[in-house]
């Protein structure tokens, strides 16, 4: 197995090494790699998640957390500087047998550091009956694709308010994570860095000494894969058509109440209600402004500032709509 390499140290965000894996899957079909990545706060989410039920968008936005959907199945999970992500790149072509290998390498590398390491039937890696390392899976022609978490340290108080949904507003059906109980790595070796940590994995994983160093052009033609993922149908993905309801009473404007039909990240309807004053016209200018945008707070941001707010709604303006709206 060759390790993968990146020479520069540009700051690079999370879907850049997903899109890592589909090239390095495609473009050399005969090798199998295994690279390690860290990113800023990020959470994401897998494939058949519902968003607005696996985490509290509200304070991701707020807080600078970026969110991403991948391809892999499984549940949420808070990337940081705190913990370290790996990617494993084979051409075994089976489900089980794919997870079983990469479980078992990773966890023979924490057993020679005298860890108490085993995989589970959820494709995990335990520390004794504790979840250290989360698993996902992703299939291409061929080829199969394995990236999971290793929790060198974690934020409690970061991973608690990420990955908590705020107070409903999506009324539909969604498919939760399963939390399990941590631990992490310094817990059980707090005299051994991060870097050396992940030194020891990969010496051990890549044992062979084979280096794949990526090339400009290499990684262009990730960055291109990499724009996939921020497609906002892609964030929203295979969500139910859900109904986003808010209600609150603005000083000078009075109470205002909206109800949106949202399906697959994009606004379908709007209707405003509430005993504020209007102009006549404001919700079919509003709902023209709208329909059709993708229901994150820029595209709506932009979109309002083609309309006048005030003059459709006295008192209303585009920071107080969003707030209403988010």
């Known amino acids: 197995m060759d390790l993968v390499i990146i020479n520069d140290l540009h700051p690079r965000k999370l879907a850049f090494y997903l899109a890592e894996e589909e090239y390095l899957a495609r473009r050399y079909p005969d090798r199998d790699f295994f690279f390690a990545w860290q990113v800023n706060p990020s959470v994401i989410i897998g494939r058949n998640q519902l968003l607005e039920k696996e985490i509290n968008v ?38 089980c047998s794919t997870f079983s290998e990469y479980t078992s390498m990773v966890a023979t590398a924490l057993r020679n550091l005298g860890l108490d390491a ?47 949904p705020s107070k409903t507003k999506l009324a539909s059906h969604g498919v939760q994570s399963t939390r399990s109980r941590v631990t992490t790595i310094k817990e059980h070796l ?89 102009n006549s016209e404001a919700e079919a200018a509003i709902s023209k402004a709208l329909v059709g945008i993708a229901y994150e707070r820029e595209p709506v941001r932009a979109a309002l500032r083609e309309i006048d707010l005030n003059a459709l709604i006295p008192g209303m303006t585009i920071d107080k709509f969003v707030t209403l709206i988010f």
């Open 118 to 164: 085993s995989d589970n039937s959820r494709n995990d890696i335990l520390i004794g009956d504790r979840k250290v390392s989360g698993n996902a899976y992703y299939h291409l022609p061929g080829r199969s694709i394995v990236h999971g978490t290793m929790l060198y340290d974690y934020d409690p108080v970061l991973m608690s308010n990420t990955l908590r």
């Open 58 to 95: 509200d304070y991701c936005h707020d807080n600078g957390v970026e969110i991403f959907r991948r391809k892999s199945g499984g549940g949420a999970v808070l990337a940081d500087m705190n913990n370290i992500m790996f990617s494993y790149v084979t051409s075994s072509d089976d489900v």
């Open 190 to 278: 707090p005299d051994l860095s991060i870097s050396d940590f992940l030194d020891h994995i990969l010496k051990t994983v890549a044992s062979n000494g084979n280096t794949l160093v990526l090339t400009d052009d290499d990684i262009r033609a990730i960055e291109k894969i990499e724009q996939e993922y921020y497609v906002p149908t892609w964030l929203a993905g295979k969500n139910p058509r859900g109904t986003v309801e808010h209600s609150e009473r603005m000083d000078g404007i009075g109470e205002i109440n909206v109800n949106m039909s949202v399906s697959k990240g994009l606004i379908e309807t709007i209707v405003l209600t509430g005993d504020f004053l209007e």
